[in-house]
């Protein structure tokens, strides 16, 4: 599952790995995103429906053991999607958000705003957008989820340069067990990958191999 701004276009090279290794990938655009209709985004109040209708599409065609694998944008709308579907057996954030103020901090941090203005903006952000959905969208942060998804086994993988985790050890504690954590000194935001490709390749690997049995 892609990130903000972007669509799955941007991750269709992560698919001849898992390919080869025999799992069965599922690629989609999240709303107002890629081939998607809409503008409105949400930070994981909507998505997880995304999430959850990937999931029901999958569950159709007869796949019971389900694997979600998001980066960024798509971590974040991964852990609230999760608690919804019996059907995933593990998840991998790879650089999610624990909540909208990290968030819409980092954001503004990426953009060279001082974090003080990225606290202020995720308030206006978030009040404007919770009147439009009459919602509050606090309550879909993935912090406050990120729990629910134990006993199935979750993967966060984090960058320690990274803008938008400074929050990375609340989410850490916040979630159940099993759980694993791989932090990587000196690497960006969702740059793990491209820094250690062969690493992450062994490590999703292997995590998604020993929680989704054939």
């Not at 599922?26 to 998505?47: I, K, M």
């Not at 944008?73 to 593990?90: N, Q, T």
């Not at 309550?139 to 320690?160: D, M, N, Q, S, T």
Request: net charge positive; with cysteine.
């Amino acid at each position: 599952m892609h990130g903000r701004s972007c669509s799955l276009d941007w991750d269709v090279h992560r698919a001849p790995f898992l390919h080869a290794a025999g799992f069965n990938v599922l690629f989609f655009d999240f709303r107002g995103h890629g081939r998607s209709p809409g503008r409105l985004v949400t930070f994981g109040c909507l998505e997880r429906q995304d999430v959850e209708g990937a999931v029901e599409f999958l569950a159709s065609r007869g796949i019971r053991r389900i694997g979600l694998l998001g980066f960024s944008y798509g971590g974040m709308a991964a852990m609230p999607g999760a608690p919804l579907c019996p059907e995933v057996h593990a998840v991998i954030s790879d650089g999610g958000p624990a909540s909208l103020r990290s968030a819409i901090t980092g954001l503004a941090v990426e953009r060279g705003l001082p974090r003080w203005l990225g606290r202020f903006l995720v308030w206006l952000t978030v009040a404007t957008t919770s009147l439009r959905l009459r919602a509050n969208l606090f309550a879909y942060e993935p912090v406050r989820w990120v729990g629910k998804i134990a006993p199935r086994p979750i993967l966060f993988i984090h960058g320690e340069l990274d803008p938008y985790l400074s929050d990375f050890a609340e989410l850490v504690a916040a979630a159940g067990e099993p759980k694993l954590a791989w932090r990587v000194p000196g690497v960006g935001h969702v740059k793990v990958s491209d820094t250690y490709p062969d690493e992450f390749r062994r490590r999703v690997l292997e995590f998604f191999e020993s929680s989704l049995p054939a």
